[in-house]
């Protein structure tokens, strides 16, 4: 069972509010990613961080931010929700290291904007 | 770009009977390939994974074949049962890159 935590898990939330989605992980993992996904579909890479201080966008285009003050949080910030981010958020956490490893994921946050 | 995708979006099997899941890429410098079950309202849970320098690897009940030279990637699930069910994405990276994810297969078995 992977030590990946988000909150909240579901959030209902009017246009032009600001939200910001938390997502924690316990196993020292350097590099921690922020996914968004349609019911079924494939994940959309919107964001990902190397380390304290590290921040890349994905390939989807998002108007949110992140934040990487301590390696074991990354949370994403909506300046001004939409209805168009209605969707769910999957936070992942890998290990940093010479090739490639398993990115260990949350159980998500579901966002509908009314 | 890199495009990772599977060829079917649903698949129907029988309880008791092996699913094949088939999943192709178009990034010949991948060198990782994972594959995650996905359940309703839960977020991916690894299954398996294979190195490029590997054609076959097996798990409990699963198996990954790799086929480096058309780019083609495998799920077999052996005595498929109704936990089963559920959607099935393949993923691929090089280096130190994120993974890209396919389409995902949904998965159904029939009782």
């Known amino acids: 069972e992977a030590d990946i935590y988000q909150t909240p898990r579901y959030l209902v939330i009017g246009t032009g509010k600001k939200i910001t989605l938390e997502c924690s992980q316990t196993m020292g993992h350097d590099k921690m990613y922020w996914y968004q996904q349609d019911p079924g579909m494939e994940l959309h890479l919107i964001h990902y961080s190397y380390g304290v201080n590290s921040t890349e966008k994905g390939d989807l285009s998002s108007e949110s931010t992140v934040s990487r003050i301590r390696t074991e949080h990354f949370p994403l910030t909506l300046e001004s929700a939409r209805p168009s981010h209605t969707s769910q958020y999957l936070c992942?956490?890998?290990?940093?290291?010479?090739?490639?490893?398993?990115?260990?994921f949350g159980p998500g946050t579901r966002l509908t904007v009314t | 770009g890199e495009n990772v995708g599977l060829h079917l979006p649903t698949l129907s099997v029988q309880e008791g009977d092996n699913s094949i899941i088939n999943c192709a890429y178009s990034n010949s410098a991948s060198d990782y390939f994972i594959w995650y079950k996905q359940e309703s309202g839960k977020g991916p849970q690894f299954i398996i994974d294979?190195?490029?320098?590997?054609d076959k690897r097996q798990g409990q009940r699963v198996t990954v074949l790799l086929n480096k030279t058309v780019k083609h990637l495998s799920l077999q699930i052996a005595a498929t049962q109704p936990g089963d069910s559920a959607v099935y994405f393949c993923?691929?990276?090089?280096?130190?890159?994120?993974?890209?994810f396919g389409k995902g297969t949904r998965l159904s078995v029939i009782a």
């Open positions: 992942a956490s890998s290990e940093l290291g010479q090739g490639s490893y398993e990115q260990y």
């Open positions: 993923a691929e990276n090089s280096g130190n890159t994120p993974l890209v």
């Open positions: 294979i190195r490029s320098n590997m």
